[in-house]
């Protein structure tokens, strides 16, 4: 991705990492303890263009021709591995296409790593085995490299999956954080908050509705509407850990940019605002796993919401804010009653171990 | 990869899966138990020519000029995370890029997951990921992208990591395991056996000789050298978990060829065959981490052979074998006192957690 546009530091004001000499929970919650170790400890030791635009997935020019190589990983230590909607085998498949589609990538090939904990029931294996070779077979993507390794009783939880994968992206498509640009309408392809909360209710064993269920899905058909219905579209996203609020506050900080919502035209479901209300959660914030955002030019935002909605993935699509030049950085919420909000990243996330 | 060669089984006589219904230590020990694991679990889940090779990288079509993008992953999950020679960090970068390298690709970019245990000293984190800055650095080769998971105390151990990485593969470059043919000697390009014995001795405080270290490196520029020497070399391999012998019977059973090895020609460092004399254990099955076996038309293996060893990570290079059409799928060994043994698989490494 292009790095002509001014890279900010994220978040907009780093705080100093959190006075602890230890990894905490809060590093892997996708909030800002996660940036801080990110942009403190890992991009400055490895520093390089790819790397710096913290997209989904990183470009690489392999091949001299205007077309990059997409590249993108994922580790999947969700728990329970089973769960209302899917399993880790089909979270880490869908993810990674995902993580390629938003990057403007047709999705190529997938690697597929295991860590399992001695002791695992084989039965687990082969049914997460089993939901991997369906999400590959149904986005048309082949799993072509893997690796397993086993790791003594106590020593893991079960069962970690990291996925790697590669696409390629056309010559001359730009899109990315770093396309972002006052004026952009931000569209969304459907309800937020549903895989978070199908999550924490079968974590905790809630009852709290029936239709919670994970959104896990593959992207790829839906990002490639989005490419086509809006032929000027600047970025897309894939809003997992820490939601939609953490990629909005990202691309606002980073670009410098203001952002602005409004919670009315936001998608939630009922039984998602149902049980955020119960349980204290704003569906901003939960993790999804089957939503697209996209930073498109206004004069496109409602043939893209056409086009994604005639889709069954995109069928709640939903055009909920837009890009501005100020107040820079900053995200605001314009909120059912009226008043208005400040969006900030949580310091850690309720939810570990959502993906 | 091409697929034009006959695939048998591996191994060439499968044994049904261990009477159990649990994940073993022994399935991640790269014997039997792992190759039964992926065989017959795995593989056929997903089923497809660029996986079924089995070679250390995958080769895909990305761009359609004949040009194919390498594609690799592992999980690092040694301990301890620190040793002899290395750390979990370098460890991780060296061995996708060898992985890349023995596939005959340029390396291009990695990736780097982490899944981190909570509790965690932040210092060892930044050691960790200074040593893979520093390993990826020296082979120029870019950490791309990344991801970074926290699971709570006792639900990792300390530290995990994932890298991927992709390559290219020039136009017409063939080479695999199924390019292996009868009449090829196998030469590799240094000691074996450093690494896993290393780790042995400091996992359990061994004073053995203080001389023992991992021989963690990256292969690309003996690999570049290899395939420069030997015009028409045929395969390269990274023996790893397993040693050199997982290597050779893999290949034997695959190609259905038979692999003679020399005893006397192997090269072996004074202090790990002093080492695995104690130990109990021979050098042909302890895991390596910075060595290349190469297979070659016998007329290249001189050439092969002398220009190894004008490279400092080359210098102990050795002709070590050679293939043959019988018996098929067959290792054995010419012993050093003039006897003859047969090579096969452990069913489950003695050294779980080696890499």
Known sequence: MSSDAAVVPFPACPLPLVDTDEVLLGHGSGGRLTA????????????????????????????????????????????????????????????????????????????????????????????????????????????????????????????????????????GRRIGAAEVRAGDAIVVSGTIGDHGVAILSERHGLELDGELCSD????????????????????????????????????????????????????????????????????????NEGKLAAFVPAAEADALVAALRAHPLGRNAARIGEVAAAPAGLVTVATTIGGERIVELPFAEMLPRIC
């Not at 072509?144 to 390794?149: M, R």
């Not at 600047?234 to 410098?256: F, N, W, Y």
């Open 36 to 171: 801080q170790l990110v942009e403190q400890l890992i991009v400055p030791a490895f520093r390089n263009p790819a790397l710096e635009t913290l997209d989904d997935a990183a470009l690489v020019d392999a091949v001299g021709d205007g077309r990059r190589i997409a590249f993108t990983t994922d580790s999947y230590v969700i728990t329970p591995i089973f769960f209302r909607g899917g399993d880790i085998g089909e979270l880490a498949v869908n993810g990674t296409i995902n993580d390629l589609a938003v990057s403007g990538a047709r999705p190529l090939a997938l690697s597929l790593a295991f860590i399992l904990e001695e002791g695992l029931p084989l039965a687990d294996l082969r049914r997460v085995i089993e939901s991997a070779r369906a999400a590959a077979a149904r986005a048309g993507v082949p799993v072509v490299t893997g690796d397993t390794k086993v790791v003594g009783r106590g020593s893991a939880d079960r069962l970690f999956i990291n996925t790697s994968g590669i696409g390629v992206v056309p010559a």
């Open 216 to 287: 896990t899905a593959p992207l790829h058909e839906l990002a490639a509407i989005a490419l086509a219905a809006a032929p000027h579209l600047h970025a897309m996203r894939d809003p997992t850990r820490g939601g939609l609020a953490a990629t909005l506050v990202e691309i606002a900080s980073r670009r410098g940019l203001a952002v602005t919502i409004d919670e009315r035209a936001l998608p939630v479901s009922d039984s998602v605002r149902g049980a955020c209300e119960i349980l204290g959660l704003d569906p901003l914030f939960v993790a």
